[in-house]
Structure formats: C-alpha cells, structure tokens
C-alpha cells in the first residue's frame, strides 16, 4: 500500500456535523476502537508498504490540534511482552488529551486481529498466536488504567485450544467466545478466574451477541435448519 492509497482515519461530531482528520497516511488502519473520550486504540501498521505481518497496537489523541505523526515508533522491542503491552495502561488517561499525537503501544505476536474492549475499559482483547503464526487462534487478554502497567498479557483460551471467531463482553471481567469445533461453531463464557464455561446450545452459532444481564441472541443453523434468530435466556432455556 502506497500512501496516497492507504485509508485515513477521520472523527465526526454527530451535534455539528463537524469532521476532522485523525491520520495522513502514514497508518494502514485495521481495526480501532474507544478507549476514552479523547483516545481511540488501533490496529495498524507503519510500515503499509511491507508485505509482511506488522501491525501493531497504536494509541490515537483526538482532541484539536494538527494531524498526528508516529511517535516512538520502533521503542517496543520485545513483541508481547507484558512490560511493553503495559504500555497501554495509560493510553487512556486523562495526559495530553489537548494534543493530536500518535504513540505506539505495543506490537503483539504476529498475527492479530479482533480488537474488543469491556464496557468500562477496564480490559481489552484480541485474537493473536502463541506461536508466531500462522492465524490468529486465542483470545488475549490485557488490562487498562491506573496500576495496571505490570498486568500480563492472558491467553484466555489456551485451555479451549480452539479457533476464536467472535467476541462479546458482558462485563469488565467475563467474555464470551464463539469458537470453531470441528464442523460446529459454539459459544463458552470465560469468567474473572479463567474458568471456561461452554454453552449447551442445540445448533451450530454463526454470530452472537449478550445483553448486559446475561441473555444469548444467536443466530442458529444446522445442516437440515435455515439460519433463524434465538434467545437463551438466563436459566439455559431457549
């Protein structure tokens, strides 16, 4: 990807209709989500030229001031580590929110993809590798804010050794996974302890989502039943 023909990232404000630019360029933009008000956390590459796997976890200001630059790029060497993920802790702090900048936070095990946050930022996810390839496979897992600069990054589902699809919070401590077995895809729940929970469900999940109190909506299918919408509620039933 040449700059001209690499996408940019730009914010709108929905009262003014006002919409600015966040980036020149120089990113190639996966995936990105909030972290605060004023801080959005990316997937990208700096490098959007290379035909190799490098993308990284970016912070983004988006407060006024001039199109952001890649700052200190190339500072995480060791790729995953809990010292430079920890990095992230901070990516939504309150700091220079007043200044547009971009700083790289860390550069996991390539691989990675399926950026996800818990509804207070308290953690965020991503599918990734263990062994450096060749798809991304486990869920990790990784603190934010204040203290959290020293957490490590969780495999979440190394137990569930299993292709992870989908991901959906249900709160600041348990996930929900979809997961491809075999020829079925299934959903588990993985709580704070790092227990698995898998969930009884009579057809093969082709998406999901959870409310905030714990109901499943899916879509069902099987090899002899059209894709149709259903609800288990709290108790299992559906």
Same mark, same amino acid.
């Given at each position: 990807? &040449?700059?001209?023909?690499? /996408?940019?990232?730009?914010?709108?404000?929905?009262?003014? +209709?006002?919409? *600015?630019?966040?980036?020149?360029?120089? #990113?190639? @933009?996966?995936?990105? +989500?909030? #972290?605060?008000?004023?801080?959005?956390?990316?997937?990208?590459?700096?490098?959007?030229?290379? /035909?190799?796997?490098?993308?990284?976890?970016? $912070?983004?200001?988006?407060?006024?001031?001039?199109?952001?630059?890649?700052?200190?790029?190339?500072?995480?060497?060791?790729? +995953?580590?809990?010292?430079?993920?920890?990095?992230?802790?901070?990516?939504?702090?309150?700091?220079?929110?007043?200044?547009?900048?971009? %700083?790289?936070?860390?550069?996991?095990?390539?691989?990675?993809?399926?950026?996800?946050?818990?509804?207070?930022?308290?953690?965020?996810?991503?599918?990734?590798?263990?062994? /450096?390839?060749?798809?991304? =496979?486990?869920?990790?897992?990784?603190?934010?804010?204040?203290?959290?600069?020293?957490?490590?990054? *969780?495999?979440?589902?190394?137990?569930?050794?299993?292709?992870?699809?989908?991901? =959906?919070?249900?709160?600041?401590?348990?996930?929900?996974? *979809?997961?491809?077995? +075999?020829?079925?895809?299934?959903?588990?729940?993985?709580?704070?302890?790092?227990?698995?929970? &898998? @969930?009884? !469900?009579?057809?093969?999940?082709?998406?999901?989502?959870? %409310?905030?109190?714990?109901?499943? !909506?899916?879509?069902?299918? $099987?090899?002899?039943?059209?894709? /149709?919408?259903? #609800?288990?509620? *709290?108790?299992?039933?559906?």
């Amino acid at each position: 990807d &040449q700059p001209q023909d690499v /996408e940019r990232l730009w914010i709108a404000d929905v009262a003014t +209709g006002a919409v *600015r630019r966040l980036t020149d360029g120089k #990113l190639r @933009i996966d995936e990105f +989500g909030w #972290l605060a008000a004023e801080r959005i956390m990316a997937i990208a590459s700096d490098r959007p030229a290379d /035909e190799s796997w490098n993308t990284s976890l970016f $912070a983004i200001a988006t407060g006024a001031g001039n199109i952001g630059s890649v700052a200190n790029a190339g500072s995480v060497a060791n790729a +995953g580590s809990a010292a430079n993920a920890g990095s992230a802790a901070n990516a939504g702090a309150s700091g220079d929110s007043g200044t547009r900048s971009i %700083s790289l936070l860390s550069h996991p095990k390539q691989p990675f993809m399926g950026l996800t946050f818990s509804p207070t930022r308290k953690q965020f996810g991503y599918v990734s590798t263990d062994h /450096e390839g060749p798809m991304p =496979h486990d869920l990790f897992l990784r603190s934010l804010g204040v203290g959290a600069a020293s957490a490590p990054v *969780r495999d979440a589902t190394a137990a569930l050794d299993r292709p992870i699809q989908e991901t =959906h919070w249900l709160d600041d401590s348990t996930v929900f996974v *979809r997961f491809n077995d +075999g020829f079925h895809y299934r959903i588990a729940r993985i709580t704070a302890n790092g227990n698995i929970d &898998q @969930i009884n !469900l009579p057809y093969t999940v082709r998406t999901f989502d959870v %409310s905030h109190d714990g109901k499943l !909506l899916f879509a069902g299918s $099987a090899f002899n039943h059209l894709p /149709e919408l259903f #609800l288990r509620r *709290r108790d299992g039933s559906i």
